[in-house]
C-alpha cells in the first residue's frame, strides 16, 4: 500500500503532501523534512529507492523516488509494493501531469494544486494503486475539466496567464520538469542546470 | 526557485489587467491572492518571516470565509489557500468547516475543491466528518457520475467507521453500475471499509469473488488488491482461487487484455506483479498448489523479455514467487540465472533488486551467492550507501549460513574468503552490527573446524590479517571490529609463531591510546592483553599500562588493570586461571534450570511480605487491567468461567484472586458503587436491552446477593474473605446453571444480527472440532462449549452456528462458528475490547480437554 505522495523542490518545499494514513500536523511537517533530508544527500547516480525514515514506518517501508530537475517526487510505500513498479508509476504520474499541462513545471504545481490532487486521485486511491493507463487517467480528468471550463469562464484566467508566462522566454527558468527518455532507462535525467 | 517564481508573479498583473475588462474582475482580484502569497512566501529569507505571513494570510482568509457574502466560488479559491498553507504545516482549523459545506452546497467543481480539502484536512477520527455523512449518501446517488466518483473517492480516503453500514448498501449497488470506473471504485471503496472495519464487509465477500470475475479487466484489477490482503492473512481460505488467478495471468501475460492495458507493449504489468504476489503466497508450503502455478510461472519468465523497467519488476516477482512456492527444480535454475542477470546488471536499481532477492533466496541456496562473490565484495566499495548496506546485510546472512557447511565438512569455503570477507563486514557494518552477529562470528571462530590441521589454518589466517590492521591505521576500524580483534589476538595469537607476544602488547597498547576507544573497547584490550603477555620483554608496557589504568575513573577499567597486574607477575596463576583456548574442556557448566538453589531466598522473601512471582502473560494481564474497567469485569469473568470448571480447587482459586489486584483499579471514584450496585450474573443470556431483563425469581434473588456480595469483597476488600468468598461462588454458580438457559434463548437470530453490526471489537481464530458417535462435530463441539462454559446456542443452520454469552450487564459476547474443513472457525464479536480474546483462550481450553 501506498502510504504518502510527496513531492518537494530541491529545497525542500513542499509542493504536495498527500497522506494515505493519519498523522497528526506536527508528523506530517517532520516526515517531509525527514524524507527531504533523505533523498537531497544522493547522488544522481545512485539507486532510486530507500529504507523508510524512522516517521513513516521503519524497516518495513520504503521510499521510492525519482528526481526531475528542481522536484522530487517521492513515494512511500509498505513492502508489499514492487520498488519498480511503482518507480514506472512515478513516471507514468510526471508523464500525465505533463500531457495536462502541456509541459509542466514547478509553477503549475504551486498554481493548481487542487488540479494536480485530481489527477492523483484518478491514480491512486486510497493508498492503491487504481489505474496505471495514461489515457484514461487524462479522460477521466478531461471529463471534469469540461465541465470546469463551461463553469469556470473567468476563473480560468490564471491557468492562462502561467501558460502564457511559460511560454515567455525566460532563460534561467526550467520550462518543465523534463520527463527524458521515458522508454529505456530510470535514472534520473541531468536535464536543466 | 524564488527568482523565478518572483518574474513570473510580476508577469502575471499585467496578464491579469488583460482580462480585467471582462466581467467578473472581483473574482480575479480573489484568484491572483495566491499568485501574491506565494510571491511573498519566496521573497522570504527566514522562517520567522514566513510564519508571520501565513498568520496573516489565514486571519485574512478567517475573515472572508466567515463572512455571509462570500460566494461558493470564491470560497472554492479560499480553500485552495488554506490547502496551502495547511501544506506548509500551518493550522488552519477554522476552514474545516467551510471545506465540508463547499462539498455539501457547492456545485460540481466547487465541491470537487471542498471534498479535496476534506481529504486534505480531516482525518477519520475529526468529528466534522459525521457532517460529511449525508452529502455523501446524497452524492452517491446523484445521477452525475462525476459526483459518484467524488464521493467514492473521498470515502475510500476517509470515512467514520461508526457510519459505514449508512452508505455500504450504496456502495455495493455501485459493484453493478454499467460504468466501468464506478464499479473499479466501489470495489476499492470496499477494500478501504475492509481495511478499517472488516467486520463491516463480511457479508460481501462473494461480491468480491464477482468484481474478480467482472468483465472489465480494471475492475478484475482492483479486486486483486483485495485478495492480496485477504490471501496474506488466511492463504488457506482461498486456495480454491488458484485456477482462477493462474487463468488470469495465463491471458495477461498472453497478452489477452485490450491493448489499452499495455504499458510499454507489456502486457497489464502491474496486474501481473500483483498476480504473482498473489500467487506466492498461495503456494508457499503447499506442493499441490504450487504444481498448479509452475507453468505460468515458466511462461511468465520466458515472456518477460529484458527490455524495459517494467519488465524487471516482473521478473523480480517472479523470481520471488518462484522461491516462495514449493521448489521445483528446473524453475530454479531459471530464477537463479535471472537473479545473475539482476546483480550483473549495470543498472543500479536492479543490482539493488538483485541483491535483495539474493539476500531472500540465500536462506535456500547459499551456493548462489558464492556464485556472484566477486560482484558482493565488488559492491562493498560501491559509493551508494544503500547498495553498500544491502550488501552487508548479506554478508551477515551468508555467514550465518556457512556454520553449517563448515561443520558438516561438505562444503569448505576457504577461510581466506570468509575472513576477508567479514573483516569488510566489520569494517562497514560497524557499530550499526547487531551484537549477535559478534558474538556468532567470535563463536563460530572459537568452535573452528573439526580438522585440527585446518582449524589452526583458520585461527592463524584471522591473526595475521588482524595483526596487519592494527599495523594499518586501526583508528578507522570501528568499535565493535576492534573488539573483536582485541578478542581473537588474547586467544589465538600464540599459535602464530612469527607473531611474538610483545608485538601483540604493543599493538593493544596503541588502541589503548586512540582517541576514539571507548572505554568498553578499552576493557576488551585489556582481557586481552592479559591473556597475551608473557616473557619478560612485555613486563615493562605491561606495567605502565596498569600503572595508567589502576587510577581509572572507569571502574571495570580499575578491574581489569588490577587483574592484569597481578596476573602478569605470576605466571602460574595466570596459567590456572586462564588456559589457553585450545587445551580448554568444552564448557559443560551444570545448569539447573529449575532454580531450586533459590528457593530458600524465595521463601525468606515471601515471609518478608514480597509479592510472588508473576509469569510474564500474567504480568501482561495485569497491565492491561490499568487500561480501564471493562478489564476488570473481564478478569471477573474469567474468574468465573474458571470457577465454573468442576475441578477448581479453593487453594487455587485463592492464590489467584490475590493475584489479580483489582482492588486498586477499582477504588476509582463513582464506577465501582455504580457496578458493585448492580452486578448481574455473567453468563446469562444477551445483551439486556434485549432480553427485557428477565423477571426475578427467587433463585435469581438469591444468586443476586451472593454475586453483590462476591463482587464487594472482589472489588473492595479480598484479602481477608478470599476462602468464604470461594464457597459462595461455588453456590452461585450452581444454583445459577439453572436459570441462565432460560433467558439465553430470549436473544433471537434477527436481534443477533443487530447486535453483530453494533460491536466493534472481534477476534477470529479456528478451533478443533469435537467428534462424537451421535452428532456431528459442530454439534458436539458447542455441547462441550455450552456445558462447560454455558455459552447460548441461538441457532444452528447447516454448518454454522451463532452463539451468545454475556459477561456483566452490557457486556455481551457474540459468536459465529462456521464448520471448515477440520477446524471450527469462530469470529467473536464483543463491546469490551478484551471479552472475546479471552473467551477464545477458554474455548480452547475447554476443547482441550476433551
Redesign the interface.
Known sequence: MIRAILIF???G??R???F?E?YT??T??QIIRETFHLVSK??E???????GGMLIGGSDYKLIYRHYA?LYFVFCVDS?E????I???IQ?FVETLDKCFENVC??DL??H??KV??IL?EMV??G??????M??IIM?VD??NK??KS?????G??A???S??KN?N?P???RNINIGDI?????NLPSFK | ?S???E??LT??PS??LS?DS????A??ST??K??SL?RNITELTSKHEEEKLIQRELSSIKDQVSSPNTTM?QMK?LM?RA??C????Y?SSFTYIHAIKLAQQG???EK??GY?AVS?FL???HELLLLLVNTVLKDLQSTNL?EV?MA??VV??IFPKDMIPAILPLVEEKLNHPKE?IR??AV??L??FHLIAPNQVQHIHNKFRKALCDKDP?VMG?SL?IY?HLI?ENPEGYKDLTTSFVTILKQVVGGKLPM??N??SVPA??IQ?QLL?ILSLLGKNDPGTSEIMHEILEESLRRAEMN???T??IL??CVKCIYTIHPKSDLLEKAAKCIGNFVLSS???L???GLKALTYVVQQDPKLALQHQMTIIECLEH?????K?EFSQLLMLLHVLMIFPINNNTYAPDNEWFIQTMNAVFSLGGETMQPDITNSFLKLLSEGFDSVEEDRKLKVFAVNSYVSLLEGEPEKLPQRFLQVISWVLGEFSHLQQDVGAETVVCLLDKLLHMKNSTSETKTWVLMAMTKVCEGAACAPLVQSVCETYSSSLDTVLRQRAQELQHLSRDPALRARVLPPVCTREPLEVPVDSSLSFLDEFVSEALAAGAAPYKPSHQRQEELAQTKGVSTVCLMFVCLMLFLTRADVCVSQLSSSLKLEGVKRVWGRGGYEAAQVETPSPPQEGGDPSISHTPPLTSEDTESKQQEQQLASSMFLGLDHSSVTLVTHTHTHTHTHTHTHTHTHTRTRTREYGTMWLSFSNDTKQNLTLVHSENEGPLRATLNVLTEDLHLHVVEIIGMEAIVACRLLQDQPCLMHCRVHGDALAVWLRSPVPELPDCLIYHCQRALQGH
Open positions: 523542490n530541491n529545497h518545499k513542499p504536495l503532501s498527500k494515505y493519519h500536523e506536527d506530517e511537517q544522493r547522488d547516480n545512485v539507486c532510486n529507492f530507500l529504507e528542481t508489499s514492487s520498488e519498480l513498479g518507480l514506472d508509476l507514468v514547478e509553477l504551486i498554481f494544486v487542487d490532487h485530481n486521485a486511491m486510497g492503491m494503486v487504481l489505474e496505471t493507463n489515457n484514461e477521466q471529463a471534469q465541465m470546469e463553469e469556470a469562464g473567468i476563473a484566467a490564471p492562462r496567464a502561467v502564457a508566462v515567455m525566460l534561467e527558468m526550467p522508454s529505456i532507462k530510470v535514472p | 526557485m527568482d523565478v517564481v518574474k513570473t508577469a502575471l496578464l491579469l482580462v471582462q466581467p467578473g474582475s473574482k480575479l484568484s491572483s495566491l499568485g506565494i466560488r479559491e485552495v490547502i496551502y495547511e501544506m506548509l504545516g493550522d456545485s460540481v467543481l470537487r475543491v479535496l486534505l482525518n477519520e477520527h462525476i466518483c467514492l473517492t475510500s480516503q470506473i473499479r471504485k476499492l471503496a477494500y478501504k480494471g482492483a488488491h492480496l496474506q489499452d492495458f504499458y510499454h504489468p502491474w506483479i504476489q524495459h523497467n517494467i524487471y519488476a523480480y516477482e543498472k543500479i536499481n543490482k539493488y533488486l559509493p551508494d550507501l544503500i547498495i548496506r
